[in-house]
């Protein structure tokens, strides 16, 4: 009977453990990993969604402090834009970088290794990481840190306020490479056009 009685405390204590003690299975190393696998595969709906809310709307409430409303995408009006969930405009900016800079196909042939974890207290982590990407047929080599912030249970990649959100989480080298890439391939177009 006592052994009963035992197991059914226990029981009970494991069940009132706070979600965020749950969440320790999942370490910041392994959200890390998740996060570049869609970094690569250029995945902008699984970026997303391992993107703190908070930075998120950082982001969104930093981008209407500077950009002017003429200078808004095509595809919507300022109100429109300003409508949008952060996660949503957080996406959109996503996909027009990935087709303007072609940050995705860079990304397609980057390497990304972790190399180690930094804890920050209880909720955040940071992630050291190599990144070796392509620019020009020439591999680059950077280290870099990526911070994970705890929220509902799950590490969420969280690189800072404001535009840190965007040229954050790993996309650095990523917007670096696609505009040396864009920057070189107009030179060279405009090189030829002189020559003609």
Known sequence: MRTLIRTAAVAAALLALPPVLAAQAGTPLQAAERYFGHLRAANIEGLSEMTHPAALQSLKDSLFT??????????????????????ALYQFILAALHGEMKVGDVAAGMELRTLGVVAAGADRAHVVY????????????????????????????????????????????????????????????????GGR
């Open 66 to 87: 500077f950009i002017p409303a003429d200078e808004l995408p095509a595809e919507g009006d300022a109100a429109t834009m300003r409508q949008l969930p952060a996660a």
């Open 130 to 193: 190599s990144a070796t990407f392509p620019i020009v047929g020439h591999p680059v080599q950077m280290t870099q840190v990526l911070t994970l912030r705890l929220h509902e249970g799950a590490w969420k990649v969280d690189a800072g306020p404001g535009l840190s959100t965007l040229l954050g989480g790993g996309m650095l080298p990523l917007f670096l490479a696609g505009a040396v890439e864009e920057g070189l391939e107009g030179r060279l177009e405009g090189d030829d056009d």
